[in-house]
């Protein structure tokens, strides 16, 4: 089963520019245009990745952040936002997104960014502990 992806942007046109590029790589995708809309989604249906824009009038990015960590700590995150400034992806980082992006992104680095972090963890060989 291809891994689940929710969408969070409350921006129409970039969030169907990134669903369509998404499931063309052969993803599930899911979509919402707010945070309000995203939390439901994710009660109703946990997803492997979460890509969420930081600033929306609603619920932001922040909080969708805080609320996975929460509540579905596994999900990996990739937080994007079209500000200036860096503060906004470096507070979602530092509240857990794994990855982040500002805006204007290149599809080529948003589909090997979700391809990282969606790609199985490898397994230490037999007797070995770790790194």
Request: aromatic share 4%; proline share 8%; net charge negative.
């Amino acid at each position: 089963m291809a891994p689940r992806i929710l969408v969070v942007e409350d921006d129409a046109a970039l969030r169907a520019v990134i669903c369509r590029a998404l499931v063309d790589a052969g993803y599930t995708v899911h979509q919402a245009a707010s945070g309000e809309e995203a939390l439901r989604t994710l009660r109703e249906s946990p997803s492997d990745l979460v890509i969420t824009d930081i600033i929306m009038p609603d619920t932001d990015g922040l909080e969708i952040i805080l609320w996975l960590r929460k509540f579905a700590p596994g999900t990996a995150i990739v937080a994007i936002s079209g500000y200036a400034d860096p503060l906004f992806l470096e507070n979602a980082a530092g509240l857990g997104a794994c990855r982040t992006l500002s805006k204007p992104f290149r599809l080529e680095e948003l589909l090997r960014t979700v391809a990282e972090l969606l790609a199985p963890s490898p397994l230490p060989a037999a007797g070995q502990t770790g790194p």
